[in-house]
C-alpha cells in the first residue's frame, strides 16, 4: 500500500494532538491532508500552540529516528546476526537479546544528541542517565519489548513516555524519573509487525502513523483511535492460572462461561509481545490483564516501561488502566525497575475485572 493510499484512510473532521510545549490547553484544525506525515502532524501542533519552542517537535522527531534505525535491524535480524543472546543479564535478571542491546544503544545515542533529555531511563539499563546541560525532558522507554518472541517472527515493539522536568536549568535526578503517570506530557509505542505502526498522543487523542518503507516516513493512518465500549476479547496468560488469586481465577472461568444475553464467552486472544496485545485491545477494545500472581506477587510488568505509556495511551484512547484496584497513572514510583500488575481495555470490562478483585462476584 503506498503512502497516498494509507494517509487517505483518515477521515475528515478528526483532531490533531498539540505539542505540549503548549501551556494553554488549546486544540488544532482537523487535519485532513492526504498523505499528512508523523513530523507534520507534530509541527501542526507546534504551529497552534503559543509559546511552543520547537523543542518537542525535535524530540519526536529525533525518536521517530531511533525508532526508523531499529526497525532497519529488526527487518534484517536474521541477515545482520542479530538474533539471540549477548550472554549477559541484564538488571532484571533477563538474558539480554541482541537486538534489545541494539535498539537501547541506538535510543540511548539519538536522545543524548538531541540535546532535549536532561534524564534518560531505560529498561536495559541498572540507573538513570542524567545529563549537565538543561535538557527540558525526562524520556523512559523499553527499547524492544517482547524481543523473546524475535527468533520466532512474533510482533515486538518500542514503548516509551516523555514527561517535562520540574526545573531543565539543574542537573538531573532520580527524582524526575520517579514521577506518577499522570504527569506525562507524550506516550506512545511501535509494533514491528507486517507493518511498522507508530502510536502515539500527546494529550489531545491517540494517532496511529504507518511507516512506509519506499519514502522512509510515517504517514498518519489512523486517526483519532478510540476504544471500543465494550469488546469480544479478553488476552491473558492463561498457563499462570494456577498462581492466580482465587478472585482472578473466578473472573477468568466468567468470561469463558456461556451466557450469550451478556456476550459471553469472550475469544481468547494472547501473543505475550505487550505491545502487540496491547494494540489489539487499543483497537479492538476488551481486555487484556497481566495480573500479580503467587510467583510475581507484585505484578510482571514494569510501570515506568510499560504500564505508564500503555495505560496513557489506553486512557487518551476512552479506555481504562488499573493494577486491579488503583488507577496505573497514579501510582507514586519508588524506584526505577518497579513492577506492577497491569489491567488494560474498554471501561466496561476493566470494571467488571476490578468488580471481581473487590469480592463483588
Known amino acids: 500500500m503506498t503512502s497516498l493510499s494509507l494517509a487517505a484512510r483518515a477521515a475528515p473532521g478528526h483532531k490533531s494532538g498539540m505539542s505540549p510545549d503548549s501551556l494553554p490547553n488549546m486544540k488544532i484544525a482537523a487535519s485532513t491532508v492526504v498523505g499528512t506525515t508523523l513530523r507534520e502532524h507534530v509541527l501542526m501542533g507546534m504551529h497552534a500552540a503559543p509559546n511552543a519552542t520547537g523543542e518537542f517537535t525535535s524530540l519526536i522527531n529525533h525518536l521517530s529516528l531511533a525508532i526508523r534505525v531499529i526497525n532497519s535491524k529488526v ?14 543479564t541484564n538488571v532484571q535478571g533477563e538474558e539480554v537479546q541482541k537486538l534489545d542491546a541494539f535498539a537501547n544503544d541506538v535510543l540511548l545515542n539519538v536522545l543524548q544528541r538531541s540535546g532535549h533529555c536532561g534524564v534518560i531511563g531505560s529498561e536495559e539499563l541498572d540507573e538513570a542517565v542524567f545529563h549537565d546541560h538543561p535538557g527540558k525532558y525526562v524520556v523512559r522507554f523499553d527499547p524492544l519489548d517482547g524481543s523473546s518472541n524475535l527468533d520466532c517472527n512474533i510482533d515486538i515493539g518500542t514503548i516509551f513516555a516523555v514527561l517535562r522536568r520540574a526545573d531543565p536549568g539543574d542537573a538531573g535526578s532520580l527524582a524526575d524519573a520517579l514521577r506518577p503517570g499522570r504527569e506525562i506530557v507524550c506516550a506512545g509505542y511501535v509494533v514491528y509487525g507486517p507493518a511498522t505502526v507508530f502510536v502515539l498522543s500527546t494529550g ?3 494517532h496511529g502513523f504507518t511507516l512506509d518503507p519506499n519514502v522512509g516516513e510515517f504517514f498518519l493512518s489512523m486517526p483519532d483511535i478510540r476504544v471500543p465500549d465494550h469488546g469480544k476479547m479478553y488476552s491473558c496468560n ?3 492460572h494456577a498462581r492466580w488469586s482465587p478472585a482472578v481465577q473466578r473472573w477468568n472461568a466468567w468470561i469463558k462461561s456461556e451466557d450469550k444475553a451478556e456476550g459471553r464467552p469472550y475469544t481468547h486472544r494472547y501473543v505475550g509481545s505487550l505491545v502487540a496485545d496491547a494494540h489489539r485491545t487499543l483497537l479492538k477494545g476488551g481486555i487484556f490483564a497481566y495480573p500479580a500472581d503467587s510467583k510475581s506477587m507484585t505484578g510482571k510488568l514494569r510501570l515506568l516501561y510499560e504500564a505508564n505509556p500503555i495505560s496513557y ?7 481504562a488502566a488499573t493494577d486491579g484496584t488503583s488507577r496505573i497513572l497514579d501510582m507514586k514510583p519508588t524506584s526505577l525497575h518497579q513492577r506492577v500488575p497491569l489491567v488494560i481495555g474498554s ?9 471481581f478483585v ?4
Open 238 to 240: 492463561e498457563g499462570n
Open 204 to 206: 489531545h487523542g491517540v
Open 358 to 361: 473487590r469480592g463483588e462476584r
Open 347 to 355: 471501561k466496561a470490562e476493566v470494571a467488571t475485572f476490578a468488580s
Open 313 to 319: 495511551l489506553l486512557e487518551q484512547a476512552g479506555g
Open 75 to 88: 527487518r534484517a535480524a536474521g541477515l545482520a546476526k542479530l538474533l539471540g543472546y549477548t550472554g549477559e
